[in-house]
């Protein structure tokens, strides 16, 4: 017997809701004029961008549904948040996970895949910050 926690269609709700929620927080409080969001270590430390840097500017765009400025912001973090809505929609409707979460089995490729598509865009991001620094 399936408690309701249990449920997909449940699980799905609660991580759909605390996404709302901090969509709302991020509305409310956006980063750009409240300084309590943690800063970025490695931007700090290093001054180059990782790949999550401005991932929480993006994910306030989106909450506005200003797409250009997430995408701006970060592409990757804005496709990443795409990505991660598609199956809680999925469960919700059909009150199962996707097959793909339902059994996960991420293979080493596909997370050394992952990770080199990581670096290639923090890489592509920071060459393009120093060549738009050169060209002022
Ligand atoms: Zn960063």
Not at 2 to 25: D, G, H, K, N, Y
Not at 32 to 38: A, I, L, R, T, V
Not at 69 to 97: G, H, I, K, Q, Y
Request: net charge positive; aromatic share 12%; charged share 15%.
């Amino acid at each position: 017997m399936m408690t309701p926690l249990e449920s997909p269609r449940v699980q799905a709700l609660i991580a759909l809701s605390a996404a709302a929620f901090a969509a709302v927080i991020l509305r409310v409080f956006p980063p750009s004029m409240y300084s309590f969001y943690p800063r970025c270590p490695i931007h700090e430390w290093f001054g180059v961008l990782c790949p999550g840097c401005g991932g929480t500017h993006a994910l306030a765009a989106l909450a506005v549904g200003d797409w250009r400025e997430a995408w701006r912001d970060n592409a990757l973090v804005t496709l990443s948040a795409v990505f991660a809505v598609f199956p809680l929609c999925f469960a919700v409707r059909w009150n199962r996970w996707p097959a793909f979460l339902a059994a996960p089995r991420v293979s080493p490729l596909a997370i050394r895949w992952a990770l080199t598509a990581a670096m290639l865009f923090a890489a592509a991001r920071n060459l393009d910050a120093h060549v738009a620094r050169m060209l002022r």
